[in-house]
Nanobody
Framework: QVQLVESGGGLVQPGGSLRLSCAAS????????MAWYRQAPGKQRELVAT???????TYADSVKGRFTISRGGAKNTVSLQMNSLKPEDTAVYYC???????????????WGQGTQVTVAS
């Protein structure tokens, strides 16, 4: 099967930095695009950043200039470098992937289990 496992969350003070990582494993033939979403309590899920198959990167306006998405050389990992963190960045962060399994099945928006990021003094 396929797994996406996020890591790197935690508690950080305002103005601090965190780096989230997500590793895909299992019966994967190819990963096309990866992205990070977040969801804060009582709020709608928000698309934070995307890294598409052609290496195009996009960001939510709320994180532009502060967050950077990158993918590993093997293309099965994605990271999110988060700088100048604000309390409003507090949320559960999820990694997603559009991928093709070894059996040929295409999976869109395959989700990880999430990692908590808390920005507080």
């Amino acid at each position: 099967q396929v797994q996406l496992v996020e890591s790197g969350g935690g508690l950080v003070q305002p103005g601090g930095s965190l780096r989230l990582s997500c590793a895909a494993s299992g019966s994967i033939f190819r990963i096309y695009a990866m992205a990070w979403y977040r969801q804060a309590p009582g709020k709608q899920r928000e698309l934070v950043a995307t890294f598409s198959n052609d290496d195009t990167r996009t960001y939510a306006d709320s994180v532009k200039g502060r967050f950077t998405i990158s993918r590993g050389g093997a293309k099965n990992t994605v990271s999110l470098q988060m700088n100048s963190l604000k309390p409003e960045d507090t949320a559960v962060y999820y990694c997603t992937a559009d991928l093709q399994r070894d059996d040929g099945d295409l999976l869109q928006d395959y989700w990880g289990q999430g990692t908590q990021v808390t920005v507080a003094s």
